[in-house]
């Protein structure tokens, strides 16, 4: 057992770990923060992404000796002093959802996405976001929302 | 089936009414009302409508609205909540949607079938109305006029022609506890007088899901709970032979729990409990393959003889006789999986000898009655409770994972949560049954059907009628119990997206050998006159006279379920030399209806045509027997982003008509439509779903 530090949502985080859990464990089970989910296992679906840093990672792939130090966030961080991201308005205003259990990867992928291409075409947002996996079929939705979100990012978040 | 209903729908009336506490309730419990026929539609037997709805107004005004349905991404917790708003004159903002909790709710046997703005809907238009009706009658007492001289808006009673006289729907069921049964049809609102009914209502859990804030089965943790992992054989039905647990010492603190060929090991920290699970070995005892996805076809064909007929007229000899171009064909879909995000998941812990359960479940009373039969308990002593469902789509029908959740959590006195890996979820999803389809078609001089002979092997009948006008038809459905190798179930639209892919391909087929266009051709054998508007407007909506690009292809499908018609237009790109097929736009025409919530109802059909590209062009799973060759989406691919068209839906205009299904109609279209596209692009034929490149290039070589 090692200890572990990092923080979570801005918040100083210390854990004692073996090293070979895997971040969502870490999050989901460890830390009871519920809204990243687990769909695949094997970072296939994109149900568990998170940021890493400001990147956005499957955090079913990484393990938790390798977040010492880091900044992580997850959906639980994206809004601050209870207003909502740009990302989770657009993700309502659009309705681009149904079941919802993609949607917190999805907007942390937006999210990891649309910090690296401040408002990009939806050509780009759809290489950006092929990898994330909806069953449900929101996907144009989905580009819709994060095409308004890209407009609006710049204004309210300093990039 | 139906006294067993009535008794389980008393039951939950009754434990209903005793915790109730003060306002305005109504009540609706099927079997206690004579009038329950006037809900149910053509054709719908009434047995299979279970419409209980119970609904309270609060003495803060606001409105508990009680079903026993789910909400699964399917939009009902916005739309249900849009017909009670709309008859009790309320903001739509003040409906609580309390579903699905087996003691709060009333009996429901399930959340499929399209069946929930059919039959709920109705029913809570018509409780709705009832409770508005009391508190007029409240407001009426209290003003001491007549209750024609009030109106409400937004829950506020007042005095027509003076608004200084009003009082709220909170200030009229304050102290009080007015309980009332339905016991004649109230008077709903006509469309002319809609407010909300038609109008587009974003979803109402949209926030809840954007923040993660949303609970599903496996966010729901127990104090003391542990993490439960089952160990699985390699092959589905394998028998247990021998267990070796003897690593499991090497891990402290797991338990292990077996009970007949369930081992599983619990542990409070799930990636304790899997590494613990995989130092088990069992030996199993599997059953033989008797075939793999090639194979399964034929070896379906072969082995079902029994046979029903389903629909006949006229005769078949003379059918081929009389028709100057004749046509046969086989066609294929293979086994698909539902592949929700949300795998089966259960959480559930016992106080004493009750059980109380969360779960990724359909059916909550399906799983309340399974676990308590498996369980041996009184049905009294399980308790699902509400929750939301990340995916459905017919898969999340069973209750496989409570029960081993609930036997689990008994035999190790802790609560449980149990949370199938991928693997898990690609071997036990009931999945969409492999099928075959024969058929032969044939057309007289004048491009008009005259013969129509459909053997279906699997896939069932469901939405098989024929809506062209054929002299001499017959239908046959073939199936036998047990003959895949693995379980299969219920998936989005059961077997009507098979069947309508190997119709509409017929269709496309035969007017092709006959020289006419696909278009002409339907209309030219339609007799249903709805669909002949509902196919014209889908013409006219995508432009179907335009000039295509080269390479391009435009593919008409038509088809019905769940009371609805669909008529649906593709436009594809093939690329000849790869086979690789990009989806360009689809247009998708309804009559369903009356529309509830356009918007809401926009969303079912993008989805479903959104996941209908996937069984038509990718999904496929491969086994050989038992053995599941796909585990993972890296072995199933769904519908991507990037191959997601443009979707434009369409809608009948009939408001003053009765609302028809929703959720699964738009689907069953997809394959027929994509296929069509397909050979109109390049010319190639491909009789089998998936339409993967390899089947084009064979196709057209």
């Known amino acids: 057992m090692k200890q572990i530090n990092f923080t979570l949502n801005g918040k100083p985080v210390s854990l004692e770990l073996q090293g070979q859990e895997s971040l969502l464990t870490v999050i989901r089970i460890y830390l009871e923060q519920t809204g990243t989910k687990y769909g695949c296992g094997l970072g296939e679906c994109g149900a568990c992404t998170v940021l890493i840093d400001n990147e956005a990672v499957r955090s079913c792939m990484i393990l938790a000796e390798d977040i010492e130090g880091k900044e992580i966030i997850s959906i639980e961080g994206l809004s601050s002093d209870g207003e909502l991201h740009p990302i989770q308005k657009a993700f309502i205003s659009h309705d681009a959802l149904q079941c919802g259990f993609c949607t917190s990867g999805m907007i942390m992928n937006a999210y990891g996405f649309l910090l690296q291409n401040p408002n990009p075409s939806r050509e780009k947002i759809i290489v950006g976001m092929e990898s994330n996996l909806c069953r449900c ?8 929302a994060i095409e308004t979100a890209g407009k609006e990012m710049p204004k309210k978040v300093k990039l | 089936m139906k006294s067993a209903i009535k008794s389980e729908a008393a039951y939950s009336r009754r434990r209903f009414i005793k915790n109730l506490g003060g306002g305005v309730v109504v009540v609706f419990c099927l079997g206690e009302v004579s009038f329950s026929s006037l809900f149910a539609q053509d054709g719908q037997p009434l047995e299979e409508l279970d419409f209980n709805a119970y609904l309270r107004v609060k003495e803060d005004g606001r409105i508990d609205c009680f079903t026993g349905k789910i909400e699964m991404g399917q939009g009902i917790i916005t739309s249900l909540a849009q017909v009670v708003a709309e008859e009790l004159e309320v903001s739509i903002y003040d409906v609580d949607m309390i579903m699905g909790d087996t003691e709060l709710c009333p009996y429901d046997a399930g959340t499929w079938g399209s069946l929930t703005t059919r039959f709920i809907d109705p029913v809570l238009r018509a409780a709705a109305a009832e409770a508005r009706e009391v508190l007029l009658d409240l407001a009426a007492e209290h003003f001491g006029m007549n209750k024609t001289s009030l109106e409400v808006i937004q829950g506020v009673v007042s005095v027509k022609n ?60 127990l104090p003391g709970m542990v993490h439960a992992t089952i160990v699985r054989p390699e092959v589905f039905g394998s028998k247990k032979v021998k267990v070796d647990a003897s690593k499991l010492s090497d891990f402290a603190g797991v338990q292990l729990v077996e009970k007949d060929d369930l081992v599983a090991v619990v542990h409070s920290d799930p990636e304790v409990s899997q590494r613990a ?47 100057k171009v004749y046509r046969k064909a086989t066609y ?54 509400q929750i939301f469902l990340g995916g459905g789509f017919g898969g999340k029908s069973n209750s496989q994972q409570s029960i081993e959740a609930a036997t689990i959590a008994k035999l190790c006195g802790k609560p449980v949560q149990l949370v199938w890996s991928r693997k898990e979820e690609f071997m036990y999803d009931n999945f969409r049954t ?23 092997y699997c896939a069932g009948t469901r939405g098989t009628e024929l809506f062209y006008a054929i002299p001499n038809k017959r239908i046959r459905s073939f199936n036998q119990a047990g003959v895949h190798p693995f379980g299969t179930g219920a998936w989005r639209a059961p077997g009507n997206n098979t069947t309508t892919f190997a119709r509409e391909s017929h269709i496309d087929v035969v007017a092709h050998a006959a020289g006419m266009n696909p278009l002409d051709f339907r209309l030219n054998n339609l007799e249903n006159k709805e669909m002949i508007a509902t196919l014209q407007l889908a013409a006219k909506t995508f432009g179907y006279d335009k000039e295509k690009k080269p390479g391009h292809g435009y593919g008409i499908a038509l088809g019905q379920d769940a009371g609805t018609l669909v008529a649906m237009i593709a436009e594809v790109f093939v690329d000849k030399e790869t086979g690789e097929v990009q989806p360009i736009r689809i247009v998708c025409s309804q009559d369903m209806g009356q529309v509830v919530n356009p918007h809401g109802a926009t969303l079912q059909t993008e989805g479903g045509i959104t996941m209908g590209i996937g069984y038509a062009l990718y999904e496929e799973i491969e086994f050989n027997g038992g053995e599941m060759k796909t585990t993972n989406f890296n072995r199933y691919e769904i519908t991507r982003f990037s191959k997601t068209p443009k979707i434009e839906c369409v809608f009948i205009d009939k408001m003053d008509a009765k609302p028809q ?7 069953i279209c997809v394959g027929a439509a994509i296929a069509n596209a397909i050979f109109d692009a390049c010319g190639a034929r491909v009789y089998r779903m998936p339409i993967t490149p390899e089947r084009i290039l064979d196709a057209l070589s």
């Open chain 2, 434 to 456: 492999a099928a075959v389809v024969k058929v032969a078609g044939g057309t007289d001089n004048n491009g008009k059907l005259k013969v129509w002979d459909f053997d279906i």
């Open chain 2, 661 to 667: 299904g929703g959720g699964e109609p738009a689907i």
């Open chain 2, 332 to 385: 294929h879909d293979g086994y698909k999986a539902h592949a929700s995000i949300e795998t089966h998941v259960a959480t559930c812990y016992f106080e004493g000898d009750k059980v109380t359960i969360w779960a990724s479940t359909q059916s909550p009373f399906g799983t309340r009655s399974s676990v308590a039969k498996a369980l041996q308990m009184p049905l009294e002593k399980v308790h699902v409770k």
């Open chain 1, 137 to 144: 079929g929101a996907y144009n939705r989905i580009v819709d």
């Open chain 2, 162 to 221: 003076d608004s200084s006289k009003k009082i709220t729907y909170a200030e009229l069921s304050k102290g009080k506890k007015i309980v009332r049964s339905l016991t004649k049809k109230p008077e709903l609102k006509k469309a002319k007088d809609f407010k909300l009914i038609g109008k587009p209502i974003r979803s109402l859990d949209a926030e809840a899901k954007v923040t993660g804030k949303a609970k599903y089965s496996g966010d729901i943790f």
């Open chain 2, 277 to 323: 699970a995989k130092s088990i070995k069992i030996a199993w005892e599997a059953p033989i393959a008797k075939a793999n996805q090639e194979t399964i076809f034929q070896y379906l064909e072969d082995t079902i003889q029994d046979n029903k007929v389903f629909e006949s007229e006229g005769s078949l000899q003379l059918g081929e006789e009389t028709s």
